[in-house]
Nanobody, 114 residues
Framework: QVQLVESGGGLVQPGGSLRLSCAASGRLFSMNAMGWYRQAAGKERELVASITSYGMTNYGDSVKGRFTISRDSAKNMVYLQMNSLKPEDTAVYYC????????WGQGTLVTVSS
């Protein structure tokens, strides 16, 4: 069974930066493109960014130019560098395959507030 463990969230001021990490296991990482998702209060979970096994990336329009997704296949890790954070980025962030498959992790909470 696959396991996903997100980390790196926390409280940050508007305009600040944060880097999220995702440790993946099982077949999920090696066989699929990966993505970062987020779910804010009162909203559906949305795709933030995705990256293929070859490193091609895609970003949601709201985060283009501010967020960068990357992956390290040797470590089964996916990262999300978040810069110029805005209050509307506040959400629980999850990683998973893209498209998502299997079980979701617990996510990591990012709170952007002064």
């Amino acid at each position: 069974q696959v396991q996903l463990v997100e980390s790196g969230g926390g409280l940050v001021q508007p305009g600040g930066s944060l880097r999220l990490s995702c440790a993946a296991s099982g077949r999920l990482f090696s066989m699929n493109a990966m993505g970062w998702y987020r779910q804010a209060a009162g909203k559906e979970r949305e795709l933030v960014a995705s990256i293929t096994s070859y490193g091609m990336t895609n970003y949601g329009d709201s985060v283009k130019g501010r967020f960068t997704i990357s992956r390290d296949s040797a470590k089964n890790m996916v990262y999300l560098q978040m810069n110029s954070l805005k209050p509307e980025d506040t959400a629980v962030y999850y990683c998973n395959a893209f498209p998502p498959r299997g079980v979701w992790g617990q996510g990591t909470l990012v709170t952007v507030s002064s």
